[in-house]
């Protein structure tokens, strides 16, 4: 049995399941007796006495200058604040609430104003408000909460949520992992987890599937995914997993945090390919320069209703967080072809592949599209963006989308909503946009070949039908000179170019895709390391000998010999 959430570390690994502060007694939301009152204040101001109390040992225990401890100072400060003292005794007085109710009510009212707030990182502030009011709650009960100094064994931790105060006494060398029910990907347990190493599961459903204390449990941070007591088949693979990662772990680790570069000093940018938060996530451990294709598609695969703009604003606001300054480069929706979206209305048609896709689709539902522009431009406003548009194919649709972004503009600057700057981009998938790509050029600031498309179209083969995979391979003498001819145009007119194709995590491509002249890669993150592997063991000079020679061969068997006898 398993359960979904939002991983924020990459790999498996078990422990015993271990309910961490279950909660506080049910609270009584019956109007009091006035002779009562007193009472609940006195009860108030004890629990606020404890808790501060209990912060301020956290913070003795605690580097000054590490997160953890601008984190638990930063609830000390909000408890202290003597308005939260005030708003919370008025609630009892004049409402003749108990102090746990009061105290409920009051934190939960502050952390839906944060959620109202347009600025993403503020909104999730909700959860730790939410958070520090249970905890709170629990001074005011009396209720030490669970002893973390007697965890003796790996332990996956499960709980509502996690305070920095309990995050920061916890005995990190045993606290195999932790799941919560709740939490963003900028609350604070997310932040002290990722810090300290530890594998986490966020907004998790864990008691779907009644998990016991003692349980054994695995979390399969690649896959998001928490399993309760695997056995047979199911903890095999998880094993093999596990053990196979940690091999292939020991022979790359030696290259996640080197640039990549040759060894005669030539740096390429190597960014990677996500389709969700969890690879997102994954990126910055990997020492990749960012994200150089979020197939934003991928979160209407499973959606039977349309994000909104709210929800594509948090989503890609989320992933700028995580990145930490590194680049973002978002494909608005290529949806169409092979891509069926239950959310969506889509006509059968006869040839999807040459049918309604991509910016096609888009520009015909323009609705859809200004939605995810407007979504992205405000998300432009926290960090470095990149836009890129997919299957243009002439200059009328670039020219088409560009008066639906600037309208965009427009109508955020009316309703005095910030956005940002962004670099504008589209993905090369067919030889029409080779040849127009020098008309398209002087407004855009880098384009991207995605090379799976491009050799279907440009070979007429059907990139999902195995019969025509071996006579018509992904990498072929018309694709390389089509990729050359993009390579050519772009740098006669000084704009940079991305490959975002399945050929670019091949590291046995690696030396061509170098000598063509590729300013950056963008690879599936699986392939990461090996990729930056691959680069780090070439000489630039010797690689562009290799293009040159590459783009002289006339058929697939010349092609391929050149390619196998490199060394």
Do not use: W
């Amino acid at each position: 049995m398993q359960v979904n959430g939002i991983a924020i570390k990459p790999g498996v690994t078990f422990g015993e399941a271990l309910h961490f502060n279950t909660g506080h007694k049910p609270l009584d939301y019956r109007i009091l007796p006035i002779k009562r009152i007193p009472q609940q204040l006195s009860r108030l101001d004890g629990g606020l006495a404890r808790l501060k109390q209990q912060l301020t040992a956290s913070l003795q225990a605690l580097d000054s200058q590490s997160d953890a401890y601008a984190l638990v100072e930063a609830d000390l400060l909000y408890l202290d604040d003597p308005d939260l003292r005030t708003h919370i005794a008025d609630t009892i007085t004049q409402l003749q609430f108990s102090a746990c109710v009061s105290i409920e009510r009051v934190f939960a009212h502050q952390a839906s104003e944060l959620e109202a707030l347009d600025d993403p990182y503020l909104a999730q502030r909700a959860e730790d408000v939410r958070s520090l009011g249970k905890r709170l709650i629990q001074a005011v009960f009396g209720q030490p909460g669970q002893e973390p100094g007697k965890l003796k064994v790996p332990t996956i931790l499960l709980a509502d949520d996690i305070s920095p105060a309990e995050f920061a006494v916890l005995p990190l060398e045993n606290v195999a992992g932790i799941v919560l029910k709740s939490g963003g990907l900028t609350s604070h347990t997310a932040i002290l987890a990722r810090a300290a190493g530890i594998p986490a599961l966020l907004s998790c459903p864990y008691s779907e599937l009644g998990i016991n204390n003692g349980d054994k449990l695995a979390i399969d941070g690649d896959a998001g995914a928490l399993y309760r007591n695997p056995e047979g088949e199911e903890l095999e693979l998880l094993r093999q997993h596990e053990a196979s990662a940690r091999v292939a772990r020991e022979q790359l680790d030696q290259y996640r945090d080197k640039p990549a570069m040759t060894l005669d000093g030539h740096e390429i940018s190597l960014l990677a390919n996500v389709g969700n938060l969890n690879d997102v996530l994954k990126v910055s451990g990997l020492g990749a320069d960012g994200i150089g294709l979020l197939r934003t598609e991928f979160m209407l695969m499973h959606s039977a209703t349309l994000p909104d703009e709210r929800a594509q604003y948090q989503l890609y606001s989320d992933a700028i967080h995580a990145l930490e300054g590194r680049v973002l480069t978002i494909r608005t929706l290529d949806i169409g072809a092979d891509k069926e979206l239950p959310c969506l209305c889509q006509v059968k048609e006869e040839n999807p592949a040459l049918g309604l896709r991509g910016i096609r689709y888009t520009l015909a539902n323009p609705q859809l599209l200004k939605t995810q522009l407007r979504a992205v431009l405000r998300a432009a406003n926290h960090g470095h963006v990149r836009l890129m548009f997919p299957m243009v194919n002439q200059v009328e649709e670039l020219d088409a989308v560009l008066a639906l972004l600037e309208t965009c503009r427009r109508e955020l600057d009316d309703e005095e909503k910030g956005f940002g700057d962004i670099s504008l981009g589209i993905v090369v998938e067919t030889p029409a946009a080779v040849l127009n790509l020098p008309a398209m050029l002087p407004v855009l600031d880098f384009v991207s070949i995605g090379t799976n498309d491009l050799t279907q179209y440009a070979m007429a083969a059907d990139r999902g039908n195995p019969c025509l995979a071996r006579d018509y391979p992904a990498l072929s003498p018309a694709v390389l000179r089509l990729i050359s001819m993009t390579l050519q145009s772009a740098r006669s007119q000084d704009v940079k170019v991305s490959l975002c194709g399945e050929m670019g995590s091949d590291p046995r491509l690696v030396p061509l895709l170098i000598g063509l002249g590729f300013d950056e890669l963008s690879v599936n993150v699986g392939a990461m390391l090996e990729v930056k592997a691959a680069i780090c063991r070439q000489e630039f000079s010797r690689c562009t000998q290799l293009a040159g020679r590459a783009l002289m061969a006339d058929r697939l068997s010349e092609l391929d010999a050149c390619i196998s006898s490199y060394k």
